[in-house]
């Protein structure tokens, strides 16, 4: 464990790490609350899995883009700390699994080396930034998102404002109005346009997938991107105040946005505009790495099978805006593959492009810069890797979560049904193989992180009991969503539930109703058409469970009877706290505040300094029972039963005391007297626990 104290550079990296593994001690000693200890691992990338014992590590990745070097780096920590695979997510991480958790510090240190980040990868944190995969090379882009993205994601990261919030919040970037980044499904979604000359973002807010998907609303449709920082840091703060905590079900930012509907989002918004430290970020894109392009000529290259290479071209090349370059998309089935490939296709990538690929939103690879002449030995290179399959972004390209092979809550298996599904339109419906028309999402459970209730068909792993209380597994069918473009998408509607072993037989009934009736729409068009009765009744003798056979309570998969085991979900970090784990957590808050203050991080320290008396409010407020669903809640109930009412003394109310938050402006003065204040209550409220703790 000695190593990274040595040899890490960046002493906040390295402050983390250690950080980390002492919070392991302190919780493996009994010293820390196991929920606490939960949301702390997690804003640090280490997730629970299904198996006892063994951690989640997930890798964040910016908007996808990897190196070589970084790569290798990947590979290397994989083989060491894990199994050696990799699995890449939809939204553009890398993630490993059957990790000693004892190991987790190191594993981060040897990934830090290569500028690899697990911090705030999950938890109630800002997760990977997003972005089209192809930006920087797509043919219909106003510009490069890249260093936008790029600037967000360093923003944001470890910045205390999104560190503790009720929720996950996700952010993309689209590339043009074809909207790949799919902002209309994220709490924060930007798209590229450019007004007289000014560079800016169309601006969605407050979309989500989930149980109850929400369109996102068009927040500005012009943005210059100058803005774009200060803007996101209002929200940030709107959402950790008045956003819901307690009810896991009803913390994201969509529900606040149903809740108090966009005009009343704008006011919060606008009271907040003076804690925000900078009006204005412009983002450096001129000081952003550019592509090097290798010079290296590949050697000549005989094709073997050129039938085969043909369909590949005419599925898995995607144009680049710039002349004489292709990029190669790989299609990668369920979204793994192995350190074995990755060292290769990082080698051929340096030698022979631009030394970096991209990860895709549909669990795939893209390598940039492959010149046109190239073409025939990349084929011949990534036939070797087994990475020349046709179908790349087709309907044969299935994407699937993990689901019950590791995810603690998958209801049903999502990766056996998609391998035997993309099995069946490679066998029975080869023509959907160049379909770029047709999109199939799958996910083990209602959190929809397969996507499945944005694409054309979907299918949603469930349960279903038979008259005899037998339980096997099921499919949720969902038919019609897709994303339409410039932030408009449509949700899919749940048309049917059927045992997961018909779901073969569910698609080649909808396959061939619209080969058969679709007289060349797309399916999305198609769908709208005939509507969610129509596919219903098509679909509903597959649904009858009065005599299953015994293969139907076996899922996808594995060859045991099928048995419901869900357990804690960790995706959004839920914590029970312990009141005087609350009041140690603003000791730390205060900590950190005087820390910042003295790297005259102001609005930093201003933020630590809020969040310190807000958690000692809730931890007096726990300890009678009083709901603490949100931080404007906290506020207000604390002034009412403790203030107000006698039991503590303060000069005012405890909402002028903690809200000069967004009264004043992030000056040094203020984040001076600010962390006094903190500093004075919470002795105030440790002072009043010990007292009631007495005469308990």
């Not at 990349?378 to 590791?406: R, S």
């Not at 596919?535 to 076996?554: G, H, R, W």
């Not at 009678?624 to 109310?653: C, P, Y």
Request: with cysteine; glycine share 8%; charged share 25%.
């Amino acid at each position: 464990m000695q190593s990274f104290r040595t040899e890490l550079e960046n002493s906040v990296v390295e402050k983390d790490i250690i950080d980390l593994e002492a919070k392991i001690r302190q919780f493996q000693e009994g010293k820390l609350d196991e929920e606490k200890f939960r949301s702390l691992r997690l804003a640090r990338g280490v997730y629970g899995q299904r198996q006892q014992g063994v951690q989640m590590i997930r890798i964040k990745l910016p908007y996808g883009k990897v190196t070589s070097k970084q790569l290798k780096r990947i590979s290397d920590v994989a083989d060491e700390y894990s199994t050696g695979r990799l699995h890449i997510t939809t939204r553009q991480d890398i993630q490993i699994h059957y990790v000693d958790l004892n190991r987790t510090p190191e594993l981060w240190a040897e990934l830090e080396k290569d500028e690899v980040t697990l911090r705030e990868a999950c938890g109630n944190t800002v997760r990977n930034v997003t972005a089209s995969e192809t930006a920087g090379i797509d043919p219909d882009e106003p510009f490069d998102v890249s260093p936008y993205a790029d600037a967000v994601f360093k923003y944001f990261l470890r910045n205390p404002i999104g560190q503790e919030m009720g929720r996950k919040f996700k952010v993309s970037f689209s590339s043009s109005d074809t909207d790949t980044g799919l902002s209309y499904m994220h709490d924060l979604g930007f798209i590229a346009k450019i007004r007289n000359g000014v560079r800016g973002f169309k601006v969605m807010i407050g979309g989500g997938l989930g149980s109850q998907p929400r369109h996102a609303d068009t927040l500005f449709d012009f943005l210059s991107s100058d803005q774009i920082i200060p803007l996101m840091e209002g929200v940030i703060r709107v959402f950790d105040r008045h956003g819901e905590r307690k009810s896991r079900a009803k913390a994201r930012m969509k529900f606040l946005l149903k809740a108090i509907g966009l005009e009343g989002f704008k006011e919060l918004l606008e009271a907040e505009q003076k804690a925000v430290p900078r009006s204005s970020v412009p983002i450096d894109t001129w000081g952003y790495p550019q592509p090097q392009i290798a010079d290296t000529l590949p050697p000549t290259t005989q094709i073997k099978d050129e039938n085969a290479f043909q369909q590949w071209k005419t599925t898995n090349l995607i144009p680049q805006k710039q002349p004489g370059f292709v990029a190669i998309g790989i299609k990668v089935l369920l979204g793994d593959f192995y350190t074995d490939k990755a060292r290769k296709l990082a080698d051929l990538v340096a030698k022979y492009a631009a030394g970096e690929i991209r990860l895709s939103l549909r669990q795939n690879i893209i390598i940039p810069f492959v010149k046109e002449a190239s073409i025939p030995f990349f084929y011949t290179e990534l036939e070797k890797l087994g990475f020349v399959e046709a179908g790349y972004n087709t309907a044969a390209d299935i994407t699937a979560c993990p689901g019950t092979d590791t995810c603690n809550l998958g209801i049903a298996s999502s990766t056996g049904i998609a391998e035997e599904l993309e099995r069946l339109i490679k066998a029975e419906y080869s023509n959907y193989i160049s379909n770029p028309d047709v999109v199939i999402k799958i996910s083990g459970c209602m959190n929809a992180c397969g996507q499945h209730n944005m694409a054309h068909i979907g299918f949603q792993g469930m349960s279903i009991r038979t008259k005899d209380k037998l339980v096997a597994p099921a499919l949720q069918v969902l038919l019609g969503g897709g994303n339409i473009g410039n932030g408009e998408g449509r949700f899919a509607d749940k048309v049917i539930k059927i045992p997961s072993k018909r779901g073969p037989e569910a698609l080649r009934s909808i396959l061939d109703d619209f080969d058969a009736n679709g007289k060349g729409a797309n399916y999305a068009d198609y769908y709208q058409e005939k509507g969610e009765h129509y596919f219903y009744n098509l679909l509903k003798p597959l649904a009858d469970i009065t005599a299953l056979s015994e293969e139907d309570f076996i899922d996808w998969g594995t060859s045991k009877r099928y048995e419901k085991a869900i357990g804690v979900g960790e995706c959004a970090g839920v914590v029970i706290d312990l009141i005087a784990t609350l009041l140690f957590e603003s000791d730390e808050k205060i900590q950190n505040a005087q820390s910042e203050l003295e790297q005259e991080n102001w609005a930093a320290s201003i933020y630590y300094s809020y969040t310190s008396m807000v958690n000692s409010a809730k931890a007096l407020l726990t300890s009678e029972n009083v709901k603490t669903n949100t931080h404007a809640g906290i506020i207000s109930d604390f002034n009412e039963k403790f203030i107000a009412a006698g039991r503590l003394q303060i000069n005012g109310t405890f909402e002028d005391l903690v809200l000069q938050l967004n009264k004043k402006a992030p000056t040094k003065n203020f984040a001076e007297s600010y962390l006094k204040d903190a500093q004075t209550f919470l002795k105030q409220v440790a002072d009043f626990r010990k007292l009631e703790l007495q005469h308990a």
